[in-house]
Each structure stands twice: as C-alpha cells, then as structure tokens.
C-alpha cells in the first residue's frame, strides 16, 4: 500500500472520529432531558451548599413539570430533613416509598438504588428523633434492597472528607441491634458527634 495513501486515511480517519465525538457531545448537551431533571441538578447543588429553602423552590419547579420525579421527592425530604423539619421530611420520604414501592421496574437499577436510598434517609430521620426500633427496621430494608448503594462514600471521597472510618447503614443497623437488645438502662443510642457524620443517601 502506498505510504501517502495510507497517511492521508488515518488523517481523514482521526478528522472524522473527532467530528463525530463533537456532534455526539454537542447532542448531550443540547438534547431535552426527562423534564425536571434540569431543575432537580440544581436543586442537588443548593443542597450541597445547604441552602435549603432555595433547593427545595427547585424541586418544586421540577415537580410541576414531572410529578413524582424520584429526585425531586428525594431531594425535597432530605432538605426537609436537613432543615428540622422532620414531619414534612417523614411524609415525603414515605411518599417516595410507596409510590416506588407501586411503580417497581426490574430492569431499573437506579430506581433499586433511590428506594433503598429512601429508606436509608428515613432512618436516619427516624435515628435523630429517636424512634431506633423504626430505624433499625428501615436500614434492614435498605440494605435488602440494594446495599451498594448505602455503602457510604467511597475511596475519594473519603480522602477529600479526611475520614477514614465512615459512618454506613451496615455498621449503624449492627450497633442498634446490638444496643436495642441490652436492658433499657445500659443502651447509649445517642452518640451526637458521631450521629452528625451520618450522611444522607440520593442515588
């Protein structure tokens, strides 16, 4: 094969291979997504700078456009959570639940990893205001359901967090089952500055 044949196909090749990354990620960007999608990144970024009000204005407009968005619901009850207000988190996490509880798809990892989040959240919710025999219940669940994904943070994140021991749903669930079964007054249920590390769940 002639060597300037052969170079002027793999330039043409490599030309042709860029062009098609191009268009491809162009495509990504400017294709419409799931409707509420847009709005739920946002409201995921003003949760992360626990600005809850504002994330919680967020998943609303995302709700509107797509009723029952499993990130919105799941957003809203974690910055409802986040904020105190645990009635208002309990009932959306519990609406999250049963709505993903009557939608189940087998083919839907991600929807797996939302609900055992759901129910990892709501323990917790259920841990801060001390009801433990509900939130040892619920981390069972989550655990059930999918245990990868309340596994807790991984490698990187815990070298960016400087936390080498990370708090998991696996290693809370054991400590309450272990202290729920010793007599009323030798259990410590509470310990509130390893209770903080707890981190929320949103696949």
Known sequence: MNPAVLQRFIKLMA???FVMFSFWMGWRYLA?????????????ILLGQHKYDEALDRFAAALKKAPNHRGALMG????YLQSG?????EAE???LIDYLRAHPSKDD???RAVLAGAYANRGIL???TGRYKKALADYIQALKIDEEAVSGPGIVDNIILYNVDPSTVRKRAIYL?????LPKDQRLLRVPKLDAEQRMYKP
């Open 32 to 44: 419409p997504g799931v409707p509420g999608d847009y709005e739920v990144r946002e409201g995921d």
């Open 109 to 111: 990892p991600t929807g």
């Open 93 to 95: 996490f519990t609406h």
């Open 177 to 181: 089952k272990e202290q729920l079964a």
């Open 15 to 17: 030309i042709a291979t």
């Open 76 to 79: 809203s009850a974690i910055a």
């Open 126 to 128: 259920y841990d801060r």
């Open 85 to 89: 207000r645990h009635a208002k988190a």
